[in-house]
């Protein structure tokens, strides 16, 4: 099976705009988590999607969203960026059953000037 | 926020040694997961241990719980230069699917 793709693997973007982040799991997979790593606190939890819905949210502000599609790829969107915001944006899926285990994709380096 | 800490911070072993990294967690978790990371890239996952086990084994890695402690160790054993990368141990207290990850530990395999 093919692993976790992200789309771009890495982004530039300045202060104020938006951007789109894009993730596809591995098939059969319908459960997709959002991680956030930087330097200074590490890798974080963003949300988790199910079903086309989200089923937890860590502790971001509302600038940072998103969805998931019938075919489970997900996308996370943040708006307004800020500096702060660079960061590897790190994508993870798994079955509903059978295994906890988390299968990670490359990530999207993503710099805010 | 991060869950717990590891410990060593970074680590220098010579080829053929063992390395011996530390977690530490704060609350009561469901899972404790332990992940290899290259470079900035993704996370590989390693191992998983629950609970309710105190020990668990896959191929050259060795990983304990103690869970009154809220602490676990992974041992990787006659370490290869491959091995260099940064561990993390991630944690999970009711959806495994919500990971708490500690800060990590640098490894350095020198050949």
């Known amino acids: 099976k093919a692993g976790v793709t992200q789309t771009p693997r890495y982004l530039i973007k300045t202060r104020g705009q938006q951007v789109t982040l894009s993730c596809s799991p591995i098939?059969?997979?319908?459960?997709v988590s959002w991680y956030q790593q930087t330097p200074g606190q590490g890798l974080q939890f963003l949300f988790e999607?199910?079903?086309?819905?989200?089923?937890n949210k860590g502790n971001f502000p509302g600038r940072f969203s998103g969805r998931q599609f019938s075919n489970s790829r997900s996308e996370m969107n943040v708006s307004t960026l800020e500096l702060g915001d660079s960061a590897l944006y790190l994508c993870?899926?798994?079955?509903?059953?059978?295994?906890?285990?988390?299968?990670f994709g490359p990530g999207t380096r993503l710099t805010v000037l | 926020s991060q869950q717990g800490e590891e410990d060593p911070q970074a680590l220098s072993i010579q080829e053929g040694e063992n390395a011996t990294m530390n977690c530490s967690y704060k609350?009561?978790?469901?899972?404790l997961q332990w992940y290899r990371q290259n470079s900035g890239r993704g996370l590989v996952h390693l191992i998983l241990?629950?609970?309710?086990?105190r020990e668990k084994h896959s191929g050259r890695l060795r990983v304990t719980l103690d869970t009154s402690k809220k602490s676990s160790s992974l041992l990787i054993t006659a370490s290869r230069a491959a091995d260099t990368a940064s561990y993390f141990c991630?944690?999970?207290?009711?959806?495994?699917?919500?990971?708490?990850f500690g800060s990590g530990t640098q490894l350095t395999v020198l050949p």
């Open positions: 993870a899926s798994s079955p509903e059953r059978g295994t906890d285990t988390q299968y």
């Open positions: 098939s059969g997979h319908r459960s």
């Open positions: 999607y199910f079903s086309e819905t989200q089923r």
């Open positions: 609350t009561s978790i469901n899972n």
């Open positions: 241990i629950r609970s309710n086990e």
């Open positions: 991630a944690t999970d207290t009711g959806s495994a699917r919500q990971l708490t």
